[in-house]
């Protein structure tokens, strides 16, 4: 069993920056994809970022791409989203989820958090 608990969300301009994180309890976080994905009002799920267990790789959705970084630490059982540049249209809740797996599809993950609350005002 992993438990994923988001932090970091908040109030922020247009053109800001936010920084979440994601803690996984457990000892075998090395072991799991990481993706976060996000939900606007009204809108459906849908996925961010993801890396693969190994770290080596990232992927993003072409929304995101160039403006935010997906990053984790296997020391701390922690992963990362870094949001630069952000829009009012980035305002959403983030979750982040895992899965053995190797697939980035929300059906195929295992673990989520409770997510975070992030507001872009313009």
């Known amino acids: 069993q992993v438990q994923l608990v988001e932090s970091g969300g908040g109030l922020v301009q247009a053109g800001g920056s936010l920084r979440l994180s994601c803690a996984a309890s457990?000892?075998?976080?090395?072991?799991?994809?990481m993706g976060w994905f996000r939900q606007a009002p009204g809108k459906e799920r849908e996925f961010v970022a993801g890396?693969?267990?190994?770290?080596?790789?990232?992927y993003y959705s072409d929304s995101v791409k160039g403006r935010f970084t997906i990053s984790r630490d296997n020391a701390k059982n922690t992963v990362y989203l870094q949001m630069n540049s952000l829009k009012p249209e980035d305002t959403a809740i983030y979750y982040c989820?895992?899965?053995?797996?190797?697939?980035?599809?929300?059906?195929?993950?295992?673990?989520w958090g409770q997510g975070t609350h992030v507001t872009v005002s313009s």
């Open positions: 890396m693969p267990k190994s770290g080596t790789s990232t």
């Open positions: 457990g000892r075998t976080f090395s072991s799991y994809l």
């Open positions: 989820a895992a899965n053995r797996a190797n697939s980035y599809r929300q059906k195929d993950m295992d673990y």
